[in-house]
C-alpha cells in the first residue's frame, strides 16, 4: 500500500513569495491533515478535510494560508504571502474514517520550507 | 482544552540498557486515546504505540510498552534494550474527538532521545 506522498520535500523562497505545498493521501482514507512543525516543537494541526470539507481550520491563519481538497482526494496548502516565521516543516496525515485498530494518522515525509 | 506535556527535552541513555519517557495530558473527555510516534532525523513521523482510555493492560508493541497511569494522567514511553537506530525525537499525542467521527491528534513538544554506544 503506498504511503502518504507530499511535494516538493524542499523549498526555499523569499519573503512576500507564495509556495504550495502539494498531498496525496493513503487510498481510501476520507480524512486528511495539514500539520506545521516548526523546528524543535510538535506538530501544530493547520487544517483538517473530511472528504472535501473542512472539520477544523481554526488555527489556520486565513489571511496568508488557504488550502483545498478537490474531489476529497489530493489537497493544496499555499501560503501568500509568506513571512520568516512561516519556516517549517508543513506535514500531511491521513487517515481511515471508520478504523479499525488505532486510528493512528500516517503522515507523509513532509515539506521543508525555508523562508528567506 | 486538552494538552500534552512533556517534560523531557531530551535523553541519553546507553546502548541496551531501557529508558522511560514521560507524558502527562489533560482532558474531560472520558474517551480519549494516546500514541506515541517517532520522528528521525529524516523526518518521517513514525507511529509506535496505542492506549485507549478504556484499555485495561497496558499496550506493548516489541520493545515499546506504554506505562498507562489514568488516575494520574500519564502514558509513559519505555523503550527496552535502546538500539543505536532509536535515537530519534519522540511525541506524545492524543486523540480529540470520538473514533466514530472527525478526529485529530494533539502533540506534545516531544524529547529527543539520543542513544550512547
Known amino acids: 500500500e503506498a504511503g502518504v506522498a507530499q511535494s516538493p520535500r524542499y523549498k526555499i523562497i523569499e519573503k512576500r513569495q507564495s509556495v504550495a505545498f502539494w498531498c496525496n493521501p493513503i487510498s481510501g482514507h476520507a480524512t486528511l491533515y495539514w500539520y506545521q512543525q516548526i523546528l524543535g516543537q510538535g506538530p501544530k494541526l493547520l487544517i483538517q478535510f473530511q472528504n472535501n470539507g473542512v472539520v477544523d481550520d481554526s488555527q489556520l491563519p486565513k489571511d496568508r494560508f488557504s488550502a483545498e481538497r478537490l474531489k476529497g482526494v489530493d489537497s493544496t496548502l499555499k501560503i501568500q504571502p509568506a513571512k520568516l516565521e512561516d519556516s517549517a516543516v508543513y506535514l500531511c496525515?491521513?487517515?481511515?474514517?471508520?478504523?479499525?485498530?488505532?486510528?493512528?494518522?500516517?503522515f507523509g515525509e513532509g515539506s521543508r520550507l525555508t523562508v528567506l | 482544552a486538552q494538552k500534552i506535556t512533556q517534560t523531557q527535552p531530551g535523553m541519553f541513555v546507553q546502548e541496551k540498557e531501557a529508558v522511560t519517557l514521560d507524558c502527562t495530558y489533560d482532558?474531560?473527555?472520558?474517551?480519549?486515546?494516546l500514541f506515541w510516534y517517532k520522528q528521525p532525523s529524516s523526518g518521517e513521523m513514525i507511529f509506535l504505540i496505542y492506549q485507549g482510555s478504556y484499555d485495561q493492560q497496558n499496550a506493548t508493541e516489541g520493545r515499546y510498552s506504554l506505562n498507562f497511569q489514568k488516575a494520574r494522567k500519564s502514558a509513559n514511553l519505555v523503550i527496552s534494550a535502546s538500539q543505536l537506530g532509536d535515537s530519534a525525537m519522540y511525541f506524545c499525542a492524543m486523540r480529540e474527538g470520538r473514533m466514530d467521527s472527525s478526529y485529530k491528534l494533539i502533540f506534545g513538544s516531544g524529547t529527543r532521545l539520543l542513544v550512547r554506544p
Open positions: 496525515a491521513s487517515s481511515s474514517l471508520y478504523p479499525q485498530g488505532a486510528g493512528e494518522l500516517f
Open positions: 482532558t474531560s473527555d472520558p474517551s480519549y486515546g
